[in-house]
């Protein structure tokens, strides 16, 4: 008896062991959604994906090329009357400028009959004018000198000569085309009981002066 | 992996592979036409400015009556050359100072042709002349009324008014000396 007991004490537990006949690649996935079936789906979406922005581009690049066709045929259409139109504003511009050109050319500042019948107009009876040089061009710009001569003596002369200025400073017609007014000089003429004057008179637009 | 397992994949996932497939065949037209967009909006602008630039010419020139316009201005500019003079037509144009010498009763006491100004670059030149006279105050004013709005176009460079030498003050005998440009052509 003691025998058998020490060789039921000395017995080792072994485990069932088996060998692992299974084939996993061929074992149907048991998982409750199948890896498979992710798989499908983001190939899916991204297949979809894909066409629908490829399908797009091709819808776009469609009508891009309607609109080009269209485009095109307008140009064929109006191809013969804008060559006409452009045609005729070329000659227009041409003969605009000639037209242009001559009227710049003929553009006065004062011309000289008008000038005349205004120092008429504005002459006092004691001031005579003897000689009137306009220049229409020049450094100094268009200007007018006027020469005469202001009967009486010196001092009545001298008042004379600044009325006369005053009046051509102030009436309406003088200061439309004149800027400026000035007495250039005034002396006595030593022959006789007068005095002899100069006024410059300075036309609109003429350049100023410049003061050294 | 040899063909059989190639065929084995397919058969197993063929949802995927269509999919790749079909994704690779994308990919490659988006990449062969990745600028086809880019230049047809490029072209469909550059043909639609041009179309409307040319609608806008056209509908320009219809509306504003551009060749009656033209035809008018062709017209006008004709008649202003039809009042030009030609610098190297010398007598003609001496001949227009001696006709209205006679037409208002002035004496012309010079009459000299100036050096015209070279390199004009326009289409028309100023043709100079230095006219010396002597007349009455009416005479004088009518000649420079004639010029002033006579056959050809005129411009003053400079106009002297002086009385007459050895002439009486009462008589008002005025001796006048322009320079006068005419509008002309070389």
């Not at chain 1, 452009?86 to 009227?103: G, H, Q, V, W, Y």
């Not at chain 1, 309406?172 to 006024?199: C, H, Q, Y």
């Not at chain 2, 949802?15 to 469909?44: M, N, P, Q």
Request: charged share 20%; hydrophobic share 40%.
């Amino acid at each position: 008896m003691s025998l058998i007991k020490k060789s039921e004490a000395n017995s080792v537990s072994m485990s069932h062991w088996h060998p692992n006949f299974r084939n996993f690649e061929r074992l149907p996935d048991t998982k409750v959604v199948r890896t498979t079936f992710f798989i499908n789906v983001t190939a899916i979406t991204i297949a979809a994906c894909l066409v629908v922005f490829v399908g797009y581009r091709q819808v776009r690049l469609r009508e891009l090329n309607g609109q080009l066709q269209e485009a095109q045929l307008m140009i064929e259409k109006n191809t013969k009357e804008n060559t006409e139109a452009l045609r005729l504003t070329k000659i227009f511009d041409e003969e605009a400028k000639k037209m242009a050109e001559a009227a710049n050319f003929t553009k006065r500042t004062l011309p000289p009959s008008d000038f005349i019948i205004m120092l008429g107009k504005t002459l006092p009876k004691e001031v005579q004018i003897e000689s009137a040089d306009l220049r229409y061009s020049g450094a100094t710009g268009d200007q007018c000198i006027l020469r005469g001569i202001v009967a009486g003596s010196k001092e009545d002369a001298s008042g004379s000569a600044t009325k006369y200025i005053e009046v051509l400073r102030n009436a309406p017609l003088w200061t439309a085309k004149f800027d400026s007014v000035s007495l250039g000089a005034l002396n006595p003429d030593p022959a006789g009981g007068f005095m002899r004057f100069e006024i410059i008179l300075k036309f609109k637009g003429a350049p100023k002066e410049k003061k050294s | 992996m040899n063909g059989n397992d190639i065929i084995l994949l397919l058969k197993k996932n063929p949802v995927g592979v269509t999919c790749g497939i079909v994704a690779l065949l994308c990919g490659v037209t988006l990449y062969l036409g990745a600028e086809a967009i880019d230049d047809s909006r490029l072209k469909v602008e550059a043909s639609t400015k041009q179309s409307q630039l040319m609608i806008n010419n056209v509908r320009n020139a219809a509306g504003l009556s551009l060749a009656k316009q033209t035809e008018a201005m062709q017209r006008a500019v004709k008649q202003l050359d039809g009042r030009l003079v030609k610098a190297s037509q010398l007598a003609t144009n001496l001949q227009y100072f001696y006709r209205l010498e006679s037409e208002t009763g002035v004496k012309l006491t010079d009459l000299r042709p100036n050096q015209a100004p070279r390199g004009s670059s326009g289409f028309y030149i100023g043709v100079p002349y230095t006219v010396t006279l002597q007349g009455t105050f009416k005479q004088v004013m009518e000649f420079l009324q004639r010029i002033e709005s006579g056959k050809h176009f005129s411009k003053y460079s400079a106009i002297s008014f002086n009385k007459a030498a050895g002439v009486e003050v009462a008589s008002s005998v005025l001796s006048v000396t322009i320079n006068i440009e005419l509008l002309g052509t070389p």
